[in-house]
């Protein structure tokens, strides 16, 4: 007997014999840093790989695997506060060139799952990199258009309905609300602490675990949408072909 006929969601937990050798793979991307006095350090990684499960979960092809999470990311502006631990842009790129070089061996397609904003220069270059010597590899970001900065309303949300036991309530401060593209100047000359004491970019008042589930089903919905199109950019991005 070799174990399970199908091999299950997660990777991690799959026996060798039961890895479809052209299976789509999903790899979250997240980050170990501050989201304010009230969210946990692995806030981008939680929701990254929640995220990439449901989308396994509704891709009507498959099964996808979910490979376990890249952790650590780009977060050097948040590096003024304890706990944020960054490996900086060029180590990131070397992860995700040498972890899609090595899944190529035998998966069909690999799917980058992005959580933190700063991780975007590492998987642009790694990804278009990985595209030239012809691996089907691409990205996409787990944004919401209307979702604020940093650790405000739209992230405290999703944790509220994701990871409730996590978000210490009573910590939950308003940053500085002032739109993201104004701050980004100062943001990337002086690091987060220098916009905001707190560590927040935004406000988590009236945040909600009712709003997280509809934030976290939006993001879910456009991520089906754009790994079942398959088109990419330039920068191996994945694109909304609706749009």
Request: charged share 20%; aromatic share 4%; hydrophobic share 45%.
């Amino acid at each position: 007997m070799r174990g399970k006929d199908l091999a299950g969601r997660d990777l991690a937990d799959a026996v060798w014999p039961s890895v479809r050798p052209d299976a789509l793979v999903l790899v979250p991307v997240g980050s170990t840093e501050q989201h304010g006095p009230h969210l946990p350090l692995s806030t981008d990684t939680v929701i990254a790989q929640a995220v990439a499960e449901r989308t396994a979960d509704a891709l009507p092809v498959g099964p996808p695997l979910v490979a376990p999470a890249i952790a650590y990311g780009a977060s050097g502006e948040h590096a003024d506060f304890p706990g944020t631990v960054s490996m900086g842009h060029d180590a990131l790129r070397i992860v995700i060139i040498e972890a899609v070089r090595s899944l190529s061996l035998w998966a069909g397609r690999v799917v980058f799952v992005n959580g933190h904003g700063g991780n975007t220069v590492a998987l642009d270059a790694a990804v278009g990199r990985l595209r030239a010597e012809g691996h089907d590899v691409a990205w996409i970001g787990c944004g919401v258009p209307y979702g604020d900065a940093h650790a405000g309303f739209t992230e405290t949300s999703v944790m509220l309905h994701l990871a409730p036991d996590l978000v210490v309530r009573s910590g939950a401060v308003a940053g500085n609300t002032r739109p993201l593209a104004e701050l980004m100047p100062e943001l990337v000359a002086h690091g987060v602490r220098a916009v905001s004491p707190s560590g927040v970019l935004g406000d988590p008042a009236g945040a909600s675990a009712e709003e997280g589930r509809e934030i976290v089903r939006a993001m879910t919905a456009s991520i089906v949408r754009r790994v079942g199109a398959g088109l990419v950019d330039s920068r191996g991005r994945l694109l909304d072909p609706g749009r």
